[in-house]
């Protein structure tokens, strides 16, 4: 029997508490590595591709729903996550596109010239 684990309703979700989530780098790679894959992922698979312990891995993920930006759905010891697509585009439309969308390479954008500063 599966159940779906305690997050934030909708209206509760916090632009600060997303933002503080979404700062962390071992955050950002799992919720990377959900949007890549669509629907419901198995947690160890979207964390074999951080170097953390389980543990740690753990309390990320319950970072991560905490903060309204995953679901968990619990199913004996097993855990599943998906994102909250659209509860996030409801609540801060775009967001998400502009965090995980993956951007230019480092050192791609040239700096603007000095005369274009003056």
């Known amino acids: 029997m599966s159940r779906q684990l305690p997050q934030p309703s909708r209206d509760s979700i916090d632009l600060v508490t997303v933002l503080a989530a979404l700062a962390d780098p071992v955050r950002l790679t799992l919720l990377r590595g959900m949007y890549a894959s669509s629907g419901l992922v198995d947690c160890a698979t979207v964390a074999s591709g951080v170097d953390v312990s389980p543990p740690t891995v753990s309390h990320h993920y319950r970072v991560l729903r905490e903060a309204g930006l995953t679901t968990t759905v619990a199913e004996g010891r097993r855990r599943s996550v998906t994102i909250r697509h ?13 965090v995980l969308t993956p951007t230019a ?5 040239a700096a603007p010239s000095r005369a274009a500063v003056l």
């Open 86 to 98: 659209d509860d996030l585009e409801a609540r801060f439309p775009g967001l998400l596109a502009a």
């Open 105 to 109: 390479a480092p050192g791609a954008l």
